[in-house]
């Protein structure tokens, strides 16, 4: 059974920084693109960044651009959100994701597996 667990979230002052995890059981993603996606409240999910794991290939949404790095373990099996200069707009349910796809990709309809989302709250 193919599992995405996410971990981090939490409350923060804006202007912090928090590092997101999202293991990754029952197979390998070693040719799966991981994504971040978030979704706050009468939001639709939006794409927020995502990283190749062989390649190397990234990439982010304009709104977290320089405050957010994604980067992954191989070995372990997961990914990482890196997320840095806080800002209350930031606040939201992050999902952890894995696509298929051999090059980044923004869209949610190419994410074959989910996580179960951990919220994250930056306040002012």
């Known amino acids: 059974q193919v599992q995405l667990v996410e971990s981090g979230g939490g409350l923060v002052q804006a202007g912090g920084s928090l590092r997101l995890s999202c293991a990754a059981s029952?197979?390998?993603?070693?040719?799966?693109?991981m994504g971040w996606f978030r979704q706050a409240p009468g939001k639709e999910r939006e794409f927020v960044a995502a990283?190749?794991?062989?390649?190397?290939?990234?990439a982010y949404a304009d709104s977290v651009k320089g405050r957010f790095t994604i980067s992954r373990d191989n070995a372990k099996n997961t990914v990482f959100l890196q997320m840095n200069s806080l800002k209350p707009e930031d606040t939201a349910v992050y999902y952890c994701?894995?696509?298929?796809?051999?090059?980044?990709?923004?869209?949610?309809?190419?994410?074959?597996?989910w996580g179960q989302g951990t919220q994250v709250t930056v306040s002012s």
């Open positions: 990283n190749t794991w062989s390649g190397g290939l990234t």
């Open positions: 029952g197979r390998t993603f070693r040719d799966y693109t």
């Open positions: 994701a894995a696509s298929p796809a051999v090059v980044p990709t923004t869209r949610t309809h190419t994410y074959d597996y």
